[in-house]
């Protein structure tokens, strides 16, 4: 991204997660839960938007949407009332979405994300609370699909909407706000990120000296980025030569992974909102206001700092432990196991994360368990096995889920510490390398190039530490002997 710095670059986003912590849709007795059902199944007249029904809220969404704008630090209204946004498409039923406009749940609340060793503030303009539309079904992709279907189980699942102030200033910073707002969600029990098209995204962005450009469907996290980082590419280069950025939405193609122009907006959509009149507005008393707060447990920054005092870890494992709540639950309750918390939370952030990655796993997918991790790092600890074998090793348990100890054992991966063979290994090193030595005689970082020679020979298995110290003795000695020009 280097050739896109020093462009002003201001990027806001609006994010739609499930609240999919809940069992029933937002207006409806129907079931929440739609994923891999046959489609049109979990369906009834309200959710169907069929004439003369009539919608009840669900009390535990309104519960959950305030708890997600408290902890998103916004300001609640003395009320939440409900509108109709008014709207034609195939997945809206009713020709309109019941959202909120004025009285969200929430408004000016404000998260902070650490963006290069430092806190950056991004407002939140608003959180509400509104349903989901149902789900249009393609043929391949959107634009050569002969025929659109619609399913509707998925009309009616509550959303909350989170609206950012364009305070972002990299695609990067949006991938983290998304992975903070996930980790925020999932720390409250209402939402589980894990579950496909749980959090979509729309993105606006603009660069110095262009119009704002909205890109709309991405669908995860990790395309936010992507989208993003294209979008601003297209952008610079139409500015370079001359060409001016209009106002449009665009459209993120997943398969593509490039924008696609929609619309050309003249101005904004009109709605038409107006007061849903089949829904009373609901009174948020001090009383309720208290009772939803009390629920609201530690969040990740509070963690994070409880994470670093409490077991003496350092702020840059603590920061990627709580990005993810499964991931600081495991931390913890390997911790309970394990005498060395520092190197458990090394081992979970450098070892266990690449090994979940290399998989794209994660890590409610995969099989290990906070157990085997403990048991792992005890095990490096004790000096059974080394850190270089524990990482080797986590690839295969998170896939197996088997008992590290007893890989260990049937496999014979324990650590090499016998000085003699380490020492056989150093001789045969020294023997075969006869230039490294040359070099490391004159220039002790090339010790290290050696130590990787000698790991290699014990497959991995010696002590990085114990063979540093051979070598630097072999070293000494040869120098002592005056043969530096050893074998010439
Ligand atoms: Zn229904
Ligand atoms: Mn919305």
């Known amino acids: 991204m280097t050739s896109l710095e020093g462009l002003d670059v201001r990027i806001g986003l609006e994010v739609h997660c499930q609240l999919t912590s809940l069992k029933t849709k937002l207006f409806c007795r129907c079931p929440a839960d739609y994923r891999g059902k046959p489609p049109n199944t979990h369906v009834c007249p309200i959710c169907l938007g069929l004439p003369g029904t009539l919608p009840t809220v669900n009390r535990r969404a309104v519960e959950a949407a305030l708890k997600v704008a408290l902890a998103l630090n916004c300001k609640l209204p003395s009320r939440v009332v409900f509108y109709r946004k008014n709207y034609f498409y195939p997945d809206l039923p009713k020709n309109f979405q019941i959202s909120q406009y004025d009285y969200p749940v929430g408004v000016d609340g404000e998260v902070y994300l650490e963006v290069e060793g430092e806190a950056r503030r991004v407002r939140v303009r608003r959180v509400h609370l509104e349903e989901d539309p149902g789900r249009l079904v393609y043929k391949g992709g959107i634009t050569e699909s002969p025929f659109t279907l619609v399913d509707y189980n998925r009309a009616g699942v509550a959303l909350i909407e989170v609206v950012t102030e364009p305070d972002l200033r990299a695609p990067r910073e949006a991938r983290l706000f998304l992975q903070k707002l996930r980790s925020i969600l999932e720390h409250l029990a209402v939402f589980d990120g894990s579950l496909e098209g749980a959090m979509r995204c729309d993105a606006n962005i603009s660069v110095a000296g262009g119009a704002r450009i909205e890109v709309k469907n991405i669908s995860s996290f990790k395309e936010v980025e992507r989208a993003l980082s294209f979008e601003l590419m297209r952008q610079r280069n139409l500015l370079k030569i001359g060409r001016r950025v209009e106002r449009e939405t665009r459209c993120w193609d997943e398969v593509r992974k490039v924008t696609v122009s929609l619309r050309v907006k003249e101005e904004e959509e009109d709605y038409r909102y107006f007061p849903e009149p089949n829904l009373v507005p609901i009174d948020l008393t001090a009383e309720l206001i208290d009772a939803v707060k009390r629920e609201i447990p530690e969040l990740p920054d509070a963690r994070k700092a409880r994470l670093v005092k409490q077991y003496g870890i350092g702020e840059d494992e603590a920061a990627v432990l709580v990005t993810s709540k499964a991931l600081a639950d495991l931390f913890e309750e390997a911790s309970a196991r394990?005498?060395?918390?520092?190197?458990?939370?090394k081992l979970v952030v450098h070892g266990l994360l690449g090994a979940l990655n290399y998989h794209g796993l994660d890590l409610r997918e995969s099989k290990i368990t906070p157990a085997h991790v403990a048991e792992l790092a005890s095990m490096v600890e004790g000096g059974v096995v080394t850190?270089?074998?524990?990482?080797?090793?986590?690839?295969?348990?998170?896939?197996?889920?088997?008992?590290?100890?007893?890989v260990v054992a049937t496999r014979g991966l324990e650590r090499v510490a016998d000085r003699a063979v380490l020492e056989e290994a150093v001789e045969r090193v020294v023997d075969e390398e006869r230039e490294d030595v040359k070099a490391a005689l004159k220039d002790e970082r090339v010790i290290h190039h050696l130590v990787g020679h000698v790991l290699k020979l014990?497959?991995?298995?010696?002590?990085?530490?114990?063979v540093y110290e051979a070598l630097k003795a072999r070293l000494e000695a040869l120098k002592a002997e005056g043969l530096e020009g050893a074998g010439g």
């Open 387 to 406: 850190e270089k074998t524990a990482k080797y090793l986590l690839r295969e348990l998170v896939v197996t889920g088997e008992a590290p100890s007893q």
């Open 338 to 345: 394990c005498r060395d918390p520092d190197l458990l939370a």
């Open 458 to 466: 014990t497959k991995m298995k010696a002590d990085p530490k114990l």
